[in-house]
Structures are given as structure tokens and as C-alpha cells.
């Protein structure tokens, strides 16, 4: 016998009211909880900052957060962080959820403030897409116990997170 269970739903903030929170002076109206849906994961460290100290491209950023066991921080945890953590200057960007806008570019989060007051922005961020040392990019390390899963993508570690949840249902069901 196949089980299947799917998790209960749990009642998270969404990134609409994480940005009222935040009171922003200016939000990009395309934030929005249906192109941003995410919901944190578990398995991760705290949220971190990347700092750069050399422009790179989003490429070079991939690349260097996937060598030093990182992932990027989607929407919700980058805001989640921004909460208690942003010293309401910084230009932070969030890669780890991109939207794709009408002309087929991708857009992730980035806010920063200014002398005009704090804003929440959609950046362009093809892999090919230069960022300044300015910049400071949102990431997570996963913390499971498995060494070959800080290679994975975020899709390949939810399912690896249910196929476990799966197994201690079983377990417990004794299946």
C-alpha cells in the first residue's frame, strides 16, 4: 500500500502582510502574494547577507553561494529577515523567488533606503544581470544531515523534505 500525505497547511504570513509591517514607503504594485507565494523552509539556517567585493554577474552569485553550501533566500524568508535585521539602507536583493514580468524578464525582490524614503523593488536578474558592490544577497545554508543535498536546488529539497516526511508517517503507521 502507497501512502501519500500531504502536510497540514499552516496558517504562515503572507507577503503582503510582511510588507505592511515593514512600512515601506514605496512597493513595486506586482509584489504581490500570487507572484510571490513562498512560504519558508525548513532545514535551513538563519537567513544570512552575501556581500560582494567586486561586481559579478547572477550567474557568478549562483555559483559562489552553491560553493560555500548556500541557497538563496526566497521572498517570504527575505522579508522575514528584513523585520528584525535591516538596518533600513541596505540594498538587499532576494534571488531565491523570481517573477516573470510581461516582456519575459526575470524580477526578483531587492529594498533599500534612501533620502525619498525605503522601497521594495522588482530588479531585472537574468543570469547575466550585473550587480555592484553595493549589493548584499539573501541566502540560507541547508542544514540536513545529508552532505550531498547543499547541491540541490530548492525544488529537489522540497521533495527529498516530503519523501522524509513520508517515511516517518509510515513508520509511524506502522505500513
Known amino acids: 500500500m502507497f501512502l501519500t500525505l500531504i502536510p497540514p497547511k499552516k496558517s504562515m504570513k503572507k507577503i503582503k502582510k510582511l510588507i505592511k509591517e515593514l512600512k515601506f514607503d514605496y512597493v513595486n504594485p506586482d509584489i504581490t502574494d500570487k507572484n510571490f507565494p513562498d512560504q519558508p523552509r525548513k532545514g535551513f539556517g538563519p537567513t544570512e547577507l552575501m556581500k560582494i567585493d567586486r561586481e559579478m554577474t547572477t550567474q557568478e552569485i549562483l555559483d559562489q553561494m552553491k560553493k560555500d553550501g548556500y541557497e538563496l533566500a526566497n521572498s517570504y524568508e527575505l522579508l522575514e529577515w528584513a523585520k528584525s535585521n535591516w538596518n533600513g539602507k541596505d540594498w538587499v536583493v532576494g534571488l531565491g523567488s523570481q517573477w516573470i514580468d510581461a516582456s519575459g524578464c526575470p524580477r526578483a525582490l531587492g529594498f533599500w ?27 540560507r545554508r541547508y542544514l540536513g544531515n545529508l552532505d550531498s543535498k547543499t547541491s540541490l536546488d530548492s525544488l529537489q529539497l522540497r521533495i527529498l523534505a516530503l519523501e522524509e516526511f513520508n517515511k516517518k508517517v509510515e513508520k509511524v503507521l506502522k505500513l
Do not use: E, I, K
Not at 533606503?113 to 541566502?139: I, M, Q, T, V
Open 113 to 139: 533606503g534612501h533620502a525619498g524614503g525605503r522601497g521594495l523593488h522588482l530588479l531585472y536578474c537574468s543570469l547575466d544581470s550585473s550587480w555592484g558592490r553595493h549589493c548584499l544577497f539573501a541566502r
